[in-house]
């Protein structure tokens, strides 16, 4: 009996790890940086998607406080290639399907695993309109 707990405890570890290794390093990843109603800033690494010549985001809980600052102030930072930029981040549910397909395009088994423990039925899609635009 020990042997199995030490077993199971052994993949639900490597489950996780596997999670991170594929959210972190399975494909590109910017910093989006938010801010507090104070003005505190917050770094959140994030998969992008560039479609219909737009850059989008996804939101897989809009419960995630990234994303409640995002919609309480929408003028954003992200660093891309390394270089930082300003947008305003406008979030747009009905391209979500459209967004979770193309990025399960681009993220293949990392999108899939992370899917596993991320539901993708109240994510959101997110446009990031470059400022001025």
């Known amino acids: 009996m020990k042997n199995l707990l030490i ?12 999670v991170f290794v594929a959210s ?12 507090d109603v104070d003005g505190s800033t917050h770094e959140t690494r994030l998969w992008i998607q560039d479609l219909d010549r737009m850059e989008w985001l ?19 930072e992200v660093k891309r290639e390394g270089r930082w930029r300003r947008c305003r981040a406008v979030p747009v549910p009905h391209r979500t399907g459209e967004v979770n397909s193309a990025m ?21 899609a997110i446009r990031l309109v470059p400022s001025g635009g």
């Open 7 to 18: 077993m199971i405890l052994g993949l639900l570890l490597l489950f996780v790890a596997s």
């Open 24 to 35: 972190r390093f399975g494909g590109e990843n910017v910093v989006l940086r938010t801010a």
């Open 58 to 76: 996804r939101a897989s809980d809009p419960g995630s406080h990234w994303y409640r600052r995002l919609v309480e102030r929408q003028v954003v």
């Open 104 to 124: 399960a395009r681009k993220y293949g088994w990392a999108d899939w695993l992370t899917g596993l423990i991320q539901n993708r039925e109240g994510a959101v």
